[in-house]
């Protein structure tokens, strides 16, 4: 009996070799991991072995108390210090004005002398610069900045196996910040580029695979050459001139063009469109779609599969019927029920003989609607499957009508499934 209460009080997890206690401290916030010094002697400094490290201070607050700041800067200095022997694999910071800028300098030089492979900085001081090492950092494969400042990519930036890269509330001062920062990383995958500043953004790069410009203001020139590009999301205004070449490779596209006035455009938008006409995936705004139709000609999509035209500020454009004309092999259609008006009299070719997939949203029980429907399942000879999105104030007994209505419609596929919600 002695020896079995003996061994109920062996700590096993102390005993555990400090490889697998610093594992199990990886699932732990940095606070939790390093709270766990006070347990024992034996548990002091294992917090040290911890590899990913996330230090973030909300400073949403006016009455932060000055004792609090000093409490994290030292918490992040003490951390800092006892992995002066270990690799930081990821090392991500968030704060605001009211911490020391030369402590945060020196935050993400330590981490970066450490072989920090993940960086992610969220941090808003004024006057603030990066340090230069960082610029030439060999071991980081993601960086992600959010910060209010002006970003000044210096000459000699090489950063060889960074693959992901994120920019967020930056402003690049130069003309060719952008492409310098870009060309430099060699083994980029991912960019995402979030309400920046440029006047001009030039992204010519073989290996890059996600394009991401969102809310970017583009006082010059969009030049984008990239031909291995698998996805392309853009949202935000006309820029001044478009240049989109060797973008073979594209399978998705979501663009969403905003605040835009259509006087104008017309060359603007034949060259945005036609550079990204090789889609697999095209998924448009109701202004995008408007935009699209000021093209002189109208861009031809020749491996367009799969079309999604969603309403945006209740705009609803018309201009469906075009796009079907000229996509011979387009395989599903979603679409906004007031996006179509004029039914085609000659059927195109993707619904006689391509389409499998129809959503129609905002359907109403009116006739126009119904009769929208019944085009489709009059002429789609392989449709599988027609997704009816009624609008919200339809009771269930309306939405009951419009399913007996449409089952009693010809239909020219006969293995179509109709669903109304």
């Not at 399913?403 to 239909?411: F, G, H, I, R």
């Amino acid at each position: 009996m002695a020896t079995q209460v003996k061994m109920e009080n062996v700590d096993r997890i102390s005993n555990l070799p400090d490889s697998i206690l610093g594992y199990i401290l990886s699932f732990l916030s940095t606070k939790e991991a390093v709270a766990t010094s006070i347990l024992s002697s034996k548990w002091r400094y294992l917090f040290a072995l911890v590899s990913n490290l996330d230090f973030e201070l909300d400073e949403s607050s006016q009455m932060l108390k000055i004792s609090t700041i000093k409490s994290f800067m030292c918490f992040v200095d003490r951390v800092l210090f006892f992995h002066n022997t270990v690799n930081i694999n990821a090392f991500r910071l968030r704060c605001g004005k009211r911490v020391d800028s030369d402590r945060v300098y020196g935050w993400i030089s330590a981490a970066i002398w450490r072989g920090v492979k993940h960086l992610g900085l969220s941090i808003s001081l004024d006057n603030f610069t990066l340090p230069g090492v960082l610029f030439t950092c060999t071991t980081l494969i993601t960086l992600k900045l959010e910060t209010n400042l002006v970003l000044n990519v210096p000459k000699d930036v090489c950063l060889p196996n960074l693959k992901i890269l994120h920019l967020k509330s930056i402003m690049f001062p130069n003309d060719d910040s952008v492409e310098s920062l870009v060309s430099s990383c060699i083994s980029l995958v991912e960019l995402i580029i979030c309400n920046c500043s440029t006047k001009k953004c030039n992204i010519s790069h073989n290996s890059l695979k996600v394009l991401e410009i969102i809310r970017s203001v583009l006082y010059g020139s969009l030049v984008i050459d990239t031909p291995v590009l698998a996805y392309f999301n853009y949202t935000y205004s006309v820029a001044r001139e478009y240049s989109l070449k060797n973008l073979q490779s594209l399978i998705r596209a979501d663009i969403a063009f905003l605040n835009i006035r259509f006087d104008g455009h017309q060359t603007k938008a034949t060259a945005f469109f036609e550079g990204i006409s090789n889609v697999n995936i095209l998924v448009l705004s109701s202004t995008s779609l408007k935009l699209l139709k000021c093209c002189e000609p109208l861009p031809i999509f020749p491996k367009l599969l799969h079309l999604n035209l969603y309403c945006d500020y209740h705009n609803f454009e018309r201009g469906v019927a075009n796009l079907l004309t000229d996509s011979g092999r387009l395989q599903s259609l979603f679409f906004y029920q007031e996006a179509l008006t004029n039914l085609p009299e000659r059927v195109p070719h993707c619904i006689l003989y391509q389409l499998k997939v129809i959503e129609i949203s905002g359907f109403m029980t009116n006739k126009d609607c119904i009769g929208k429907a019944k085009y489709f399942l009059e002429n789609a000879t392989v449709l599988m499957k027609l997704i009816i999105r009624t609008v919200p104030f339809l009771s269930e007994e309306q939405k009951l009508r419009i399913y007996q209505q449409l089952m009693a419609s010809p239909s020219k596929s006969k293995q179509c499934c109709i669903l109304v919600v």
